[in-house]
């Protein structure tokens, strides 16, 4: 039996929420130290495996009724200003929402190697955070947005018209089967996107093709440190607040070699869950 109705609802209190994400994260952690060396490498071997054995990303419909199609307005109580659906950067923990925005925004500029002047495609652009930011400080730079939601691009498009911004284009589209123009990008940025993808060397090969001669892809994941793991259904729901049946928790050592795709990689940026 389905109980999200009860949690879609308000019916669970605030302190009953925080038990079962706490109770949740015990078990991972009591699981992941539980086994020897010699069986955790068997498993992530075993997972990477299977990964190369997937598509590259599955339940692309039911990721944009869970979160991307809701209504901008539901986000908008929600988030920050400038929309971050994904982490933001609090230095001195004093930040206010706005400011830790634009803080992680600035370390994407910096990381990522961003210039003005620059062709870059923003991949899995949400609410155009990333592709907004940018379009605003590099007025001579071409942005692209990419997204799956409706939703999303009217905001963006909205937004950009209401800033002036005419270096800002978005395009909608499902990853796995559009194909981007060849060489046509300096940087391809992926802010929280790997998490819903499962065959990294397949995307990471049609993000290859994309990119110019000498272009980077820049890379923030949501991961684990050392151990990959799927999305399960129960308490992983309340712990990832529906982060998406799709949703996979990966590590680093995941990602294809620079042998294994023809661009190299500029960085691979770490939130520890």
């Known amino acids: 039996m389905n109980y999200d109705w009860i949690l879609d609802r308000g019916y669970l209190p605030q302190v009953v929420i925080q038990y079962g994400i706490r109770r949740q994260l015990q078990d991972r952690i009591r699981t992941i130290h539980s086994t020897s060396l010699e069986e955790t490498y068997k498993t992530k071997m075993q997972y990477v495996k299977a990964l190369r054995e997937r598509p590259m990303a599955i339940e692309t419909k039911t990721a944009n009724t869970q979160h991307y199609e809701v209504g901008t307005g539901v986000l908008q109580a929600c988030l920050g200003p400038r929309m971050k659906y994904s982490c933001c950067l609090y230095p001195t923990g004093k930040e206010t929402l706005g400011q830790a925005e634009v803080e992680m925004l600035e370390q994407y500029v910096e990381r990522a190697q961003l210039v003005d ?3 870059i495609l923003d991949l899995g652009c949400g609410w155009g955070s990333g592709a907004l930011y940018f379009a605003e400080i590099f007025p001579n730079a ?102 998406g049946y799709d949703a996979e928790y990966g590590s680093a050592t995941l990602f294809p070699t620079r042998a294994q795709v023809a661009r190299p990689v500029v960085g691979e940026w770490e939130a520890l869950c």
């Open 117 to 119: 002047g620059m062709k």
């Open 142 to 243: 071409k942005i692209t947005a990419f997204s799956n939601s409706s939703t999303q691009k009217a905001y963006i498009d909205e937004q950009a018209n209401s800033k002036g911004l005419s270096n800002l284009k978005v395009i909608t589209g499902d990853v796995v089967d559009y194909e981007f123009e060849k060489e046509a990008f300096d940087r391809v940025v992926s802010i929280e996107l790997f998490e819903h993808m499962k065959n990294y060397e397949l995307l990471m090969a049609k993000i290859s093709r994309a990119l110019k001669p000498g272009g980077k892809l820049f890379v923030h994941i949501f991961t684990h440190k050392t151990t990959p793991y799927d999305f399960e259904e129960g308490l992983d729901e309340y712990a990832f607040l529906y982060w």
